[in-house]
């Protein structure tokens, strides 16, 4: 818990609250969600012209970000909108806040014990990364892993204790992450069904009785209710983002109209194909974000760099930017959770939360596919890596050489820890506000004077939205 503390002190002084420096003259952020707060309380979804990721129905300006962020500024719209451009910076501070305390509480309803070291150390890259740069992209993705991660809990609760009320609880966090990031209604969905198929199941029959006893499904005293909760979660997920969507766009659907993007002219529309995803991206998405060989060292303090991706030739990509691969910023969760499946497949107890896991999965996968390459992107693949990553702790402490086993996995999260902090520490460097950015320019050269790295290459980075 008190790594977890620190954890959170670093993602204060990474979002500017430690010292307050989001309270400075000209540093605001996630200014879309102020404006979408300040036009619900005028009965309108549209925004004023000018904003970030504009598209343009009819003549008004609309985002295609999800409105969970908005929604939870709404009890303090008061503040927000006499404040415009500053409630982002607690925004994300407190979905990484969420994220970590759903982690750990994963931890503990997997393993039934308080959450290892090795385990926050593992959550420690993937949270700083997200942290590092308070901005409407990283917000989008925090609090959709957040909740997300959220409902993986509670649906993990569920099954030690079935109760309406976590499903009412789960079911309210699934549809608020479907709404901040519409990769995950898969997962939102395939969660919710898991108590239906459950508590659904004939458990006079041979078959029902044997599925329940081969998953380890939770066998609710009333079963009604739960089947009712948990339908009606699945069509909230499902129809929460379509009646946004045409709210907004005028259409059905659940990604935006690429072509009503402002910023898009008709030769960036081409070059992606017209759509935001595509299966021709996979070898790409694949290579990067698994491959051990996406990142540079050098003298340069914080002596691991991102590195450009490699694009194979039938790529459509709109862009990228600082990036890091899935080994580096989380490679021991992704060593415990295939831990974790494998022990899943011998040990019935385990086949509950390795659902969950391949649940999860299919929201994350989504990025293999995604036309950019972001190092926030890795974000999106904390909710199955959180949840496998306890799975593969409680398979070990099983284990005849768990110990052992352990410490190797400790020292590859050690890594893990410095990476994500060294990919945050270059968020920090090139895209904070300027006091923040001279700030970590100076902390950078004078390590480098201290360890004799004078004149070591400075890597520009490519500017991102």
Not at 101 to 122: I, K, M, N, Q, S
């Amino acid at each position: 818990m008190v790594l977890a503390a620190v954890v959170l002190v670093g993602c204060a002084w990474l979002t500017g609250l430690l010292p307050p420096l989001f309270l400075a003259d000209g540093v605001t952020t996630s200014k879309l969600y102020d404006q979408q707060v300040s036009s619900w309380l005028q009965g309108r979804w549209d925004l004023p012209a000018g904003g970030a990721e504009p598209f343009q129905i009819e003549g008004r300006n609309y985002i295609y970000f999800g409105p969970t962020p908005a929604l939870l500024r709404l009890p303090f719209a008061s503040w927000v909108t006499v404040h415009p451009g500053k409630s982002g910076f607690p925004a994300l501070w407190l979905a990484a806040l969420t994220a970590l305390a759903a982690g750990l509480l994963v931890a503990y309803e997997v393993t039934g014990d308080a959450p290892r070291t090795v385990f926050v150390l593992g959550l420690l890259g993937p949270v700083l990364i997200i942290a590092s740069r308070p901005s409407v992209y990283h917000e989008a993705i925090a609090w959709g892993a957040a909740l997300i991660l959220l409902t993986a809990a509670l649906i993990l609760r569920y099954r030690r204790r079935p109760s309406v009320a976590v499903l009412v609880l789960a079911a309210l966090c699934g549809v608020l992450a479907v709404l901040a990031r519409e990769i995950w209604l898969p997962s939102a969905a395939v969660m919710m069904a898991l108590p239906v198929a459950a508590a659904a199941l004939p458990r006079h029959r041979p078959f029902g009785t044997r599925i329940q006893e081969a998953i380890a499904a939770p066998r609710p005293t009333r079963v009604g209710p739960h089947v009712a909760v948990a339908a009606t979660a699945i069509v909230a997920v499902i129809g929460a983002p379509l009646a946004v969507h045409r709210i907004k766009f005028g259409e059905w659907g659940l990604v935006p109209p690429i072509e009503k993007h402002a910023w898009f002219g008709p030769e960036k529309v081409a070059r992606i194909g017209g759509r935001m995803f595509h299966v021709s991206n996979l070898r790409t998405g694949l290579y990067n974000y698994l491959s051990p060989s996406s990142v540079r060292y050098d003298r340069s303090f914080p002596w691991i760099h991102s590195l450009e991706p490699r694009l194979f030739p039938e790529t459509r990509l709109d862009g990228f930017a600082a990036f890091l691969g899935l080994p580096h910023a989380a490679g021991a969760l992704m060593l415990l959770t295939m831990v974790g499946l494998a022990a899943s497949l011998r040990d019935r107890s385990l086949r509950w939360p390795a659902l969950i896991v391949l649940g999860l999965g299919l929201g994350s996968g989504a990025l293999f596919f995604f036309v950019g390459l972001c190092g926030r992107y890795i974000f999106d693949f904390l909710p199955p890596l959180a949840v496998g990553g306890a799975l593969g702790i409680r398979a070990l402490a099983r284990h005849p050489r768990g110990r052992i086993l352990m410490a190797g996995v400790a020292a590859l999260a050690a890594y893990n820890a410095a990476a994500g902090a060294a990919l945050a520490l270059e968020h920090q460097r090139y895209l904070a506000p300027p006091p923040r950015r001279e700030e970590v320019e100076r902390i950078v050269r004078r390590i480098d004077d201290l360890c004799g790295a004078v004149g070591a290459e400075t890597k520009e980075v490519p500017s991102q939205p």
